[in-house]
């Protein structure tokens, strides 16, 4: 079982639609969560980070950590078909510098 | 604002050769990351190095080595090529601190091993 589990897809919303990307992890000593928006053929973006528990917003994107169920979103309101992308989510623990990657979710956002 | 350079962007080569990839980071980031991502799969760690030092080793095949130079650019070698390592690889660079090392990736180089 991988330390990361995500939801690969793909999903598939109309434009407009709020979208809700999710990850679940097992390894309670990650302390740091990214989003990650990967564009077909190109490098993962960074998108959003947070550390432990709580909610970042910025603009039409929110994150969310709730390390009491090891489960963290990324919401994204608004969606456009420019956020059609692969979405990743990514954890490090504490002292550690490698990035623990979740599959990815393949999202589509159709006009 | 500079980004994370890679060289070549596409490269093809045939089995049992050998490929040299190339990584500038982003100036004054002093770490650079080395992923490999095939069709499909999240990207998986290769290797990492801080300060020119190797810092950190993950699923490296024995076939693949990596250095960092003084100017801070790593080159990736890869010899004895198989089919299976035609994928694309990322370096993603990042400037260490206090907080988490938020890792900026380029655009990577697509290796296709015929």
């Known amino acids: 079982q991988k330390e990361v589990e995500q939801d690969p897809g793909p999903l598939s919303v109309p434009e407009g639609a709020i979208v809700s990307l999710n990850c679940t992890y097992s390894?309670?000593?990650?302390?740091?969560f990214m989003w990650y928006r990967q564009y077909s053929r190109k490098g993962p973006e960074l998108l959003m980070y947070?550390?432990s528990s709580g909610n970042k917003e910025d603009g039409r994107f929110t994150a969310q950590v709730d390390k009491s169920s090891k489960y963290i979103s990324l919401f994204i309101r608004d969606s456009q078909p420019s956020d059609s992308a692969t979405y990743l989510c990514a954890m490090i623990s504490g002292n550690n510098r490698k990035l623990i990657w979740g599959l990815g979710t393949s999202l589509a956002v159709n006009p | 604002a500079a980004g994370v350079i890679q060289s070549p962007r596409h490269l093809i080569k045939e089995k049992r050769e050998t490929a040299t990839l190339k990584c500038y980071p982003i100036p004054r980031h002093d770490t650079v990351y080395w992923y490999q991502q095939g069709p499909g799969q999240d990207p998986q760690f290769l290797i990492s190095f801080y300060e020119k030092m190797q810092s950190d080793k993950g699923s490296i095949p024995d076939r693949f080595s990596a250095q960092q130079f003084s100017d801070y650019h790593s080159e990736l070698n890869m010899s004895s090529l198989e089919l299976g390592d035609s994928a694309l690889y990322f370096c993603?660079?990042?400037?260490?601190?206090?907080?988490?090392?938020?890792?900026?990736f380029g655009p990577g180089t697509r290796l296709t091993v015929l």
């Open positions: 993603a660079s990042s400037l260490s601190g206090g907080g988490p090392d938020t890792q900026y």
């Open positions: 947070t550390y």
């Open positions: 390894n309670s000593a990650f302390q740091y």
